[in-house]
């Protein structure tokens, strides 16, 4: 049977807003944490995946980090982009050519939505001038049938945010660090029906950094193992609901994240009873709502009950973003994705401190989704 | 000169419907047309009534490339919805002639032209898609 490849370093720069500091450098500041963290160094890595949306090649990194020689891909999949990263990383390792190596993700985005150019989703330019392209529709407008097609409340969506910033107050990496009432988050000003701006996460900036070493490899290090069972991207199927979409087929059909997570599931030989933690797509509330669906953690329409009985809490029976997720850590479209790995290796370990999932967690699953379309699955094991 | 559409290739001549495109070889309907012609997709009306699948509220004023009005003292929020056309497609459209708190998942509505900015001078007037509901049923 094929060895694993083990997680054996992690690294993370805080994200939110750091002045005076520029994407990439923070970039460099996790990838110098993570050789810290599996004690070794630069010119023990051999091979790198990397990228940002906005901040640069990440191969430039070796100007700071040591021109080594080493083999440094861009990695450019949009919200997806650390997920690829990681999951390239994985296949160099699996195929034998290499020992251990890094996957990295960073960014910095300027305050405020994104903003996009139609021709970039091949639309024409009226699609802009007429005010259909702001992603906060499309996120108002999916959720929206949601919630009706499976009967749950408005109420609901607010209880995710407050979960998320009460989970942010005990992560030392989350942007949001205090406490935000329901009634405050309900009551806050409407960005695009249902969602209240409590409910969105902002584009923001951080950085990821991993390392990554065949089972053999691992052993040597002497670290605590941590064993990737499946890291996969998909795209989307026929008739999925995605974003800048000005028509949709009548005829609706499944989504990037199901194919992800049955196929990750699959690889792992797992079912999602078997997940003890789990770091889901919380671009807004609504997205962590769906996607405990689209994962396979429970059926559409039990999400309300599951709030309101705090099953997803830290102490509940599947805590998910045990680090407040995107709602309290901000967005950088490059590092997002690779967060939430950084954050199950932590609570693997047993090392997250106040956010600790109690009962020694075995199993941690993680989803990226975003822009057109991609989802990407990992599952770790202790 | 009065009033012209927002853009070539988005209603039909009389202005009567949108115009969307035909896959000739999957029969797929999508809108809009796509902006470089392709042999195997040709035009097609889409159909005026629908009703709306979901919808959302824009309630603040866009950043560019919207060029309706953002003063954030008159500006209005408005419904944003997908209007299913019976054995054609989903269009994306804003609602007109109602409350966007009084929009509803299931209603019918029917298609129309409004002006971007209704307090434009009229002969600078571009004009876009929208759906209203159907009255008196």
Known sequence: ?382 | MSAQPIADNLFTDDMSALLGARNRETGQIFFPLPLTPADNIEPVALGTRGTVWTYTVQRFPPKPPYIGPTDPEKFKPYAVAYVSLPGQTMVESRLTGIDPDDVKIGMEVEFTVIPLDPDAPAEEQKLIHAFKPVQGE
């Not at chain 1, 520029?22 to 110098?32: K, L, S, T, Y």
């Not at chain 1, 792992?268 to 509330?285: N, V």
């Open chain 1, 1 to 382: 049977m094929m060895s694993d490849v083990c997680i054996v370093g992690a690294g993370i720069h805080p994200f939110g807003r750091t002045e005076g500091r520029d994407g990439m450098d923070q970039g460099i500041f996790a990838v110098r944490q993570a050789l810290a963290d599996s004690g070794i160094e630069w010119k023990d890595v051999q091979f790198a995946f990397g990228g940002s949306a906005a901040s640069g090649s990440a191969d430039n990194m070796v100007s700071q980090l040591g021109l080594t020689g080493i083999q440094f891909i861009n990695v450019s999949n949009g919200c997806a982009t650390g997920g690829s990263a990681l999951n390239a990383a994985v296949s160099a390792i699996k195929s034998g050519e290499y020992e251990m190596g890094m996957a990295v993700g960073f960014d910095k985005h300027p305050r405020g939505a994104f903003n996009a150019d139609p021709s970039a989703y091949g639309l024409p330019n009226w699609y802009g001038e007429a005010g259909y392209m702001l992603t906060v529709q499309f996120f108002g407008a999916k959720i929206m049938r949601y919630l009706h097609e499976h009967n749950i409340s408005r109420e609901t969506l607010g209880r995710v945010a407050e979960k998320a910033f009460r989970n942010g107050v005990k992560t030392d990496h989350a942007w949001r660090r205090s406490e935000v009432d329901l009634e405050t988050i309900m009551n806050a000003p409407m960005i695009c029906d249902p969602l209240t701006k409590y409910m969105f996460c902002s584009p923001a900036e951080g950085a990821v950094a991993l390392i990554l070493a065949s089972e053999k490899k691992a052993r040597e290090l002497g670290v605590p193992i941590i064993r990737l069972k499946s890291s996969v991207m998909r795209t989307r199927p026929p008739g999925s609901f995605e974003v800048f979409a000005a028509s949709i087929d009548n005829e609706r059909g499944g989504t990037a994240t199901e194919i992800a997570s049955q196929a990750a599931f699959e690889q792992a030989g797992m079912g999602p009873e078997d997940i003890d933690i789990a770091q889901l797509q919380d671009t807004e509330s609504g997205a962590e709502i769906m996607h405990m669906a689209e994962n396979g953690f429970c059926k559409p329409g039990e999400q309300e009950q599951w709030l309101l009985e705090g099953r997803s809490d830290i102490t509940g029976e599947l805590p998910i973003n045990t680090d407040g997720g995107c709602l309290a850590c901000g967005e950088p479209i490059g590092a997002s994705g690779l967060r939430q790995v950084y954050e199950n290796v932590v609570q693997l370990r047993g090392t997250a401190g106040a956010r600790q999932v109690p009962g020694d967690p075995r199993t941690a699953y993680t989803q990226v989704y975003g822009a057109p379309g991609v989802s990407a699955v990992t599952i770790l094991q202790r």
